[in-house]
């Protein structure tokens, strides 16, 4: 029974009401139940540290060894007061807390776990009684010293030993084919790869597509050069001054330079997007270049119009099973990001060119960055290059200043 308190009210008055109600409710109980409450309460007076021979509380009148001066304002249940008792009780023994019956749980008198209940036991026993892997690094073995394969064994044994070719990824994968930067990239590029390399004007990202691409074609392959930006003539002209015989490459069959307008483009998008996979399937293409989505985005002035078709196209070229590289314009406020901040969420890798000036602003040098490559670990460095009449060339050992 609840007794709401005030000022004018007792708590000790209170509690002795409450204690007459329980013992009229007591009276009306079976004579056996009210002789096992009467030892219930014996015992618990005794567990609380002998309450009964505490002096009167304040206010009352009542004799110490009355029963009335172990009462306490809490739960009316003697189990629950006796509870606390028990567990301190138990651990000051130093025994596993028990909570109906065995340690955790269970049954009383129960040694271990049961089926019926998972948690009937201890972390420890249940770590003695885990399965040990067996040779193949699954579980069931038979030797208990397998420790999960990576301890010493059994005695005698030699200690376990990784092979470094273990750990070689099955993907094929390629160079960029710009000294330097390949060095950066530990075992390459995997094949069928979308890449993005950002930068403001004067970069070099064009060459950058150009030196891309004549990795393959010196390797025997075959490529794609899409320009938004250049004619085609100029993307020969260019390629071929540096001594890269793109027009020669061209008559043979194994380049196909396309030069494409912007608004064109963005009009027949659909068709193009769709069409691309086929023709560079029949084309036989290794590698193909993009310059530059940012004249593509451009054309949605809509952004989520934008990234949808940004979106859909860049998975065509992956439909397509061609490693292709996309060159994009920076941002103005900072050279790590995309014009509108798209192709680098897209793209399985991003290479950042950039000017870097120094502090007294006497010297400007170009530098470049691997933002990341997937399924590849590469240098996060940023490091020089130079961008000369033979192409870009990366200062692997160098630093910026």
Known sequence: MVVPVSDDDDWFERALRDRDDSETDADDADPDEREQSDDSETDGSAGRGGAADSGPSPGSDSDSDSPDAS???GPDSETERDGPDA???AEDEGEPLSFGGGPFGGSEGDDGPTDDDPFATD???AFENAPTPDAGGGFGGESPDDDFGFGPGPEGSDPPTFDDEEFDSDIDRIDIGIEGLDDMILGGVPERSLMVAIGSAGTGKTTFGLQFLR????DGGSGVYITLEESRERILDTADEKGWEFSKHEADGRLAVID?????MANSLSSIRND????????GADRLVLDSVSLLEMMYDHPSKRRSEVFNFTRSLKDAGVTTMLT???????????RHGIVEYLSDAVFVLQYVRGDDFRETRLAIEI????DANHSRETKPYELTNEGLSVYQQANIF
């Open 87 to 89: 567990t301190d009780a």
């Open 260 to 264: 494409l307008d912007p608004v064109e």
């Open 123 to 125: 972390f420890a026993s």
């Open 328 to 338: 994009s314009e920076a941002d103005q406020s900072t050279p790590y990001v995309s």
């Open 71 to 73: 009462v306490s304002v």
């Open 276 to 283: 691309l996979p086929r023709l560079v399937e029949e084309f």
């Open 371 to 374: 933002q990341k490559i997937r």
């Open 215 to 218: 990795k393959a074609l010196d």
